[in-house]
């Protein structure tokens, strides 16, 4: 069992991993990529102390570097659910799981919201785990929403189990040829049922299906989190980055404006020495 658990591989978990190593606690670090895409994509960022002028890019690599440097490893897996168990927390990777006596949400912001339906019938029709529940629709009718090619290998593993794949391909370069998968050139626009989910409506109609499986790299922080509070599409934390759930920090802009690196940092920073806190008052 790890002491922190880091979700998120922008400036904040980057911080948080940073200062787990330093403050000698065992650690894993996760995230769906190694480095954050918006970072990455910033022209010119003129307000990171020591760094002025820099490009997104050259702050993506120092602070990779930086990490490199000390031997901090990623593990470059999407969580897609995170639960309390008998006083620890179980991270869910897959068909793997870790266990963890604190975690630090590092989440980012969600660009997309969740469409209609899909927070209400998760557990009940929907998955966001082709490798967790991918057997339990054998040979039935199932939809796939997927938005990254870097995932389409989950999609081949699903087609190669399901009867019928409807694919809704929200990204280019959409290569799959599996003989059972018919492609929807369409977004969903919500999803139907009673006791479980029944049907996907996307604009101009509708499919009928045993489940849906949305594969994206980013999951919203209530989802994830069961009983995790959640304000204006942000978790709620105190002045030591502390969530309404003992145990669990959040850093970063999934906290709230301003959507600042240096803020992210700061964030991270904090929220690592105030978990090292709690585990030392939990003892």
């Not at 929403?145 to 389409?152: A, G, I, L, P």
């Not at 399901?162 to 919500?190: D, M």
């Not at 489940?211 to 009983?227: C, D, M, N, R, W």
Request: net charge negative; with cysteine.
């Amino acid at each position: 069992m790890y002491d922190i658990a880091i979700i998120g591989g922008g400036p904040a978990g980057v911080s948080a991993a940073i200062n787990a190593k330093i403050l000698n606690k065992s650690y894993i670090w996760l995230s769906s990529r190694p480095t954050s895409k918006k970072v990455e994509r910033a022209e010119l960022i003129k307000n990171y102390p020591g760094l002025p002028n820099v490009t997104g890019e050259q702050l993506a690599w120092a602070l990779m570097h930086h990490t490199e440097s000390m031997g901090i490893g990623l593990t470059e897996e999407v969580v897609t659910g995170v639960y309390e168990t008998g006083g620890k927390f179980t991270l869910l990777v897959g068909d793997k799981d870790y266990d963890a006596k604190t975690v630090i949400l590092c989440l980012g912001v969600e660009a997309a919201k969740p469409v209609e339906g899909e927070e209400e019938f998760l557990g009940r029709g929907i998955s966001y785990c082709a490798t967790c529940d991918g057997m339990l629709y054998k040979g039935k009718r199932i939809a796939v929403v997927c938005t990254d090619k870097r995932f389409e290998h989950e999609i081949e593993y699903l087609c190669s189990i399901a009867g019928t794949c409807y694919v809704f391909p929200l990204y280019r370069g959409y290569e799959i040829r599996a003989e059972n998968a018919k492609t929807v050139l369409k977004s969903p626009q919500k999803y139907e049922g009673d006791a479980r989910l029944k049907r996907v409506i996307y604009k101009g109609g509708s499919l009928d299906v045993d489940g849906v499986f949305i594969l994206k790299s980013a999951i919203s922080p209530a989802t994830l989190v069961h009983g995790l509070h959640v304000a204006d599409g942000h978790i709620a934390v105190d002045r030591g980055c502390a969530t309404n759930i003992a145990g669990i920090f959040a850093a970063g802009d999934c906290t709230g404006r301003p959507y600042q690196y240096v803020k992210a940092v700061g964030e991270g920073n904090v929220a690592v020495h105030s978990a090292v806190e709690y585990m030392a008052n939990a003892e």
